[in-house]
């Protein structure tokens, strides 16, 4: 014979209520969201020169969705913000491969807790140098206008403002053997003590024939070793980038000088298939965080 | 024996819980193929428009501005994606609404400070400087802005329209665009 007590019971019930909540959320979070599209990469090479990508459209409601072709780089400033700034026409750039990447569809309604497959397909010119060449799919949704305009006499004046998404999707194009490697020019580290952080600048430069595409871990430690805080961040090198690693963490109780452990490396993307990422080489480093350039 | 009067609403919980996953399961199996298809839906980025700005009804020269605190009228975009990954985010703003029928003009104007990025995704009304960015500039929004902890973040926006003295009746639309890209890719 199994006998509870009432707190045991009290307890199971809150567990299973607390669960039952979670799953609902998670539920209704999903049902919620916009179109999503999967993966998160799309890459072609000279022997694959088609790929697919999935608009998968979890509401329940009907999507139109419109797909087109822009070119855009993380780009930083001297802060290491960055940022992607999109362009539509007249790109310069040797390496954008816009011009020659196509995608069928282009417009498409994507039904309720339905999918639609995208395929991309390359016509790169005949001369193409070996190396990888960019651009960014952007796949463009409407909600259209959620409050109709209020109902008002015909001499009165009313507003509707559509409501428009975009994802940008990363577009590769590859040819020849792929080289991914990077260089640290440079690192500076400070105490910013008004925002209440470490930060690391990274100054890198990929110096192989693709993009250096991997992930900075960063461990700040105290001068007796104990560990204050890991970071983590997802970097994508086309050329120059700068990259702030930022540590936001009080450091009463623990004692200086700080160091920060680096190391950057092509492995331990998550959200990347294994079989699109190129392996590079892996740059570790030590930086001391200099008390004296307090910010 | 004694009786066990919370039992019966144990096993109520517990089968609604049950009917929920397999409807969760059999909603993610949906127009994939496979698990690892799955498991990369899951982590892609995506923006949502969970509510529009919305002026109401506008007076002939006189202005109406929308704060961005304003549960019911600020615009809100919803973004989701995989937990603290860095984002690019731009807005695409018009400088006027165009009558529906007609063509004529109505000016729309968007403050420095007229944004809040919300890493929390809380509500306008409810958003703190804890949880993120606020009065930035709707044409230059945070860089190294990141998906929240939680897997959204939430953008607010607010706006203010100029009707002319003279300004001629009727519905006024214009398009706001949100992009979203992450930083890593």
């Not at chain 1, 999507?63 to 940022?83: I, M």
């Not at chain 1, 039904?111 to 796949?139: H, K, M, T």
């Given at each position: 014979m199994i006998i509870k007590t009432d707190s045991e019971r009290?307890?199971?019930?809150?567990?299973?209520?607390?669960?039952?909540?979670?799953?609902?959320?998670?539920?209704?979070?999903?049902?919620?969201?916009?179109?999503?599209?999967?993966?998160?990469?799309?890459?072609?090479?000279?022997?694959?020169?088609?790929?697919?990508?999935?608009?998968?459209?979890?509401?329940?409601?009907?999507?139109?969705?419109?797909?087109?072709?822009?070119?855009?780089?993380?780009?930083?400033?001297?802060?290491?913000?960055?940022?992607?700034?999109?362009?539509?026409?007249?790109?310069?750039?040797?390496?954008?491969?816009?011009?020659?990447?196509?995608?069928?569809?282009?417009?498409?309604?994507?039904?309720?807790?339905?999918?639609?497959?995208?395929?991309?397909?390359?016509?790169?010119?005949?001369?193409?140098?070996?190396?990888?060449?960019?651009?960014?799919?952007?796949?463009?949704?409407?909600?259209?206008?959620?409050?109709?305009?209020?109902?008002?006499?015909?001499?009165?004046?009313?507003?509707?403002?559509?409501?428009?998404?975009?994802?940008?999707?990363?577009?590769?194009?590859?040819?020849?053997?792929?080289?991914?490697?990077?260089?640290?020019?440079?690192?500076?580290?400070?105490?910013?003590t008004i925002a209440g952080r470490v930060s690391v600048l990274l100054d890198m430069e990929s110096q192989g024939n693709v993009s250096y595409v991997g992930v900075i871990n960063g461990r700040l430690l105290d001068a007796r070793n104990r560990e204050i805080m890991t970071q983590k961040l997802d970097i994508a090198v086309y050329r120059q980038l700068k990259r702030r690693l930022d540590f936001p963490v009080s450091l009463e109780g623990f004692e200086g000088p700080y160091r920060a452990d680096i190391r950057i490396t092509t492995r331990g993307r998550t959200d990347i298939p294994p079989e699109d990422v190129i392996a590079g080489n892996e740059i570790s480093l030590t930086t001391i965080i200099p008390e004296d350039r307090r910010r | 024996m004694p009786t066990r009067p919370g039992t019966a609403s144990v096993l109520t919980v517990m089968v609604v819980v049950a009917v929920v996953m397999t409807a969760t399961v059999s909603v993610r199996a949906q127009g994939t193929t496979n698990a690892q298809a799955t498991a990369r839906v899951l982590t892609a980025l995506s923006v949502t428009a969970s509510n529009d700005l919305v002026f109401g009804n506008v007076l002939q020269g006189v202005p109406k501005r929308i704060g961005t605190n304003v549960d019911d009228s600020t615009a809100q975009f919803s973004i989701t994606g995989q937990a603290s990954a860095t984002i690019s985010m731009v807005l695409t703003l018009p400088t006027y609404l165009s009558r529906t029928a007609g063509g004529e003009q109505m000016m729309l104007v968007f403050e420095s400070d007229q944004v809040v990025v919300d890493t929390n995704a809380t509500s306008p009304s409810t958003v703190t400087a804890g949880d993120g960015w606020l009065g930035q500039n709707p044409y230059s929004l945070p860089s190294n802005a990141v998906v929240g902890a939680g897997g959204q973040t939430n953008v607010y926006l607010g706006g203010k329209v100029i009707p002319s003295p003279n300004q001629i009746p009727g519905t006024y639309e214009a398009n706001i665009i949100l992009s979203v890209a992450y930083l890593g890719t």
């Open positions: 009290a307890r199971r019930f809150i567990a299973v209520g607390v669960l039952s909540m979670l799953v609902v959320l998670a539920f209704s979070l999903e049902s919620m969201a916009g179109v999503l599209v999967a993966p998160t990469s799309a890459i072609m090479t000279e022997g694959k020169r088609t790929t697919r990508l999935t608009i998968k459209n979890p509401s329940t409601d009907p999507k139109e969705v419109e797909v087109r072709f822009a070119y855009g780089l993380p780009e930083s400033d001297s802060l290491g913000n960055v940022d992607i700034k999109l362009i539509d026409s007249a790109v310069t750039d040797p390496r954008s491969c816009m011009d020659w990447l196509k995608a069928f569809p282009r417009k498409i309604i994507v039904p309720p807790n339905g999918s639609q497959v995208i395929r991309l397909v390359a016509n790169p010119p005949e001369d193409l140098p070996e190396g990888e060449y960019w651009c960014r799919l952007i796949v463009r949704s409407s909600e259209g206008s959620m409050s109709p305009p209020p109902v008002a006499a015909a001499d009165a004046i009313t507003t509707r403002l559509n409501m428009i998404m975009e994802t940008a999707i990363v577009a590769k194009y590859r040819k020849g053997e792929s080289v991914a490697r990077l260089a640290l020019l440079d690192t500076t580290a400070w105490i910013d | -």
